[in-house]
Nanobody, 120 residues
Framework: QVQLVESGGGLVQAGGSLRLSCAAS????????MRWYRQAAGKQRELVAA???????NYADSVKGRFTISRDNDKNTVYLQIDSLKPEDTAVYYC??????????????WGRGTQVTVSS
């Protein structure tokens, strides 16, 4: 089993910044792509950013230039730096990881989410 635990969410004023973290714990695995999704109230979950094990990144158009995804492979941790926050960034942010097990199979894991609320 793998556990993904997000942290770093909170209430922040528009224009502020937050840094989200997601740490993966467990054994006998490596991680391919790690992703951040978000889900606002009443809306579908959307992909915000992704980073491969080699460090290649991509972002949703709505967050380009404001969000930065990064990862520390030694710590099995992915980060999301969020700058210039807007009220429309308010959502629950979820971490997702594409797990490669030592025996060759793959699994998809999700964290429980961390709430980000941006006040205007």
């Amino acid at each position: 089993q793998v556990q993904l635990v997000e942290s770093g969410g909170g209430l922040v004023q528009a224009g502020g910044s937050l840094r989200l973290s997601c740490a993966a714990s467990g054994s006998s695995f490596s991680i391919n792509t790690m992703r951040w999704y978000r889900q606002a109230a009443g809306k579908q979950r959307e992909l915000v950013a992704a980073v491969t094990s080699g460090g290649m990144t991509n972002y949703a158009d709505s967050v380009k230039g404001r969000f930065t995804i990064s990862r520390d492979n030694d710590k099995n941790t992915v980060y999301l730096q969020i700058d210039s926050l807007k009220p429309e960034d308010t959502a629950v942010y979820y971490c997702n990881a594409d797990i490669l097990w030592a025996w060759g199979t793959r699994s998809d894991y999700w964290g429980r989410g961390t709430q980000v609320t941006v006040s205007s």
